[in-house]
């Protein structure tokens, strides 16, 4: 079955960039997608990605992957105190009936 | 529109006791789903509706039952808790489509003792 990976925790300075990885183990066309957890509430969506792209970019936010290594990173630009949250890599294989698989979840901390 | 509402917001149970957590959204959405959420662990999927009249189950299912009322409400059910089910679960809705995105509700904060 699917197995996504991440690390538990990442912390860093406020103004620095945070990268956050993920590897997945679906060799299918698939949608590999990142969400933002706030303390108390619900995820939300940040961006995805499908498989046959390498690099999508959205403001602050910069999703690289690498289709032979199976691994997804997501980078925040100019990290912001607002940033501190749990983030999420998920994947969902292309097709009608399979849903999403989550990894762990990454516990950024902002350091003012 | 209030997008996914889930209630109760937090549960305290005792072992043997049945309860069911409610889940809405006012989207639209055909599909409907339900995860727990546990430390270290991410959202592992329960049961989900993929549409009005249809659940299959997800990952977990073990110890659950749910019911899609309509397309609105899908709702999840401990018939004898355990405390294996402390847990933080959330609901979920999605439309058709393949790049569709999932919309969570806040979550049900559940603890059995």
């Keep these: ?112 | 529109n209030a997008g996914v509402t889930q209630t109760p917001k937090f549960q305290v149970l005792k072992t043997g006791q049945s309860m069911t957590l409610q889940c809405a959204q006012d989207m639209n959405h055909n599909s409907m789903y339900w995860y727990r959420q546990d430390p270290g662990m991410g959202l592992r999927l329960i049961y989900y509706s993929a549409s009005e009249g249809t659940t299959d189950k997800g990952e977990v299912p073990n110890g659950y039952n749910v019911s899609r009322l309509n397309k609105r409400e899908f709702s999840l059910r401990l018939e004898s808790a355990a405390p294996s089910q402390t847990s933080v679960y959330f609901c979920a809705s999605k439309k058709t489509g393949a790049q569709a995105e999932q919309y969570f509700g806040p979550g049900t904060r559940l603890t059995v003792t």
């Design chain 1, 1 to 112: 079955g699917e197995d996504v990976e991440q690390s538990l925790f990442l912390s860093v300075r406020e103004g620095d960039s945070s990268v956050i990885n993920c590897t997945y183990t679906d060799s299918s066309s698939t949608y590999l997608y990142w969400y933002k957890q706030e303390p108390g509430a619900g995820l939300q969506l940040l961006t995805y990605i499908f498989s046959n792209m390498d690099m999508k970019q959205d403001q602050r936010l910069t999703v690289l992957l690498n289709k032979k290594d199976k691994h997804l990173s997501l980078r925040i630009a100019d990290t912001q105190t607002g940033d501190s949250a749990i983030y999420f890599c998920a994947e969902r294989p292309s097709g009608s009936a399979r849903q999403l698989t989550f990894g762990s979840g990454t516990q950024l901390t902002v350091l003012p």
